[in-house]
């Protein structure tokens, strides 16, 4: 099993900048992939950004240029700038490792 706990979510203004932080913990023998999930109240969850092995990352389109996907061992990191009203929503860290593994998830608001 692997265990994942976020952090970093909170309030910010439009324009303001966070930064999500997931830590995975547990029996980790060969991660494959590590990445962000939102889910907005009233929508389907949708992806946010990804990190593969090797480093190549991706992205929503509506995040491309403001949000940064990184990973340090078995923590990944999204960086968040620019935010916007539209990117409230719930945030729930994956990590891909025979099986997809979610996080708790962490409540981030944008105001107006």
């Known amino acids: 099993q692997v265990q994942l706990v976020e952090s970093g979510g909170g309030l910010v203004q439009a324009g303001g900048s966070l930064r999500l932080s997931c830590a995975a913990s547990?029996?980790?023998?060969?991660?494959?992939?590590m990445g962000w999930y939102r889910q907005a109240p009233g929508k389907q969850r949708e992806l946010v950004a990804t990190?593969?092995?090797?480093?190549r990352t991706n992205y929503a389109d509506s995040v491309k240029g403001r949000f940064t996907i990184s990973r340090a061992k078995n923590t990944v990191n999204l960086q968040m700038n620019g935010l916007k009203p539209e990117d409230t929503a719930v945030y729930y860290c994956?990590?891909?490792?025979?099986?997809?593994?979610w996080g708790q998830g962490t409540q981030v608001t944008v105001s107006s």
């Open positions: 994956t990590v891909v490792q025979g099986m997809v593994y």
């Open positions: 547990g029996s980790i023998s060969s991660i494959n992939a």
């Open positions: 990190i593969i092995v090797g480093g």
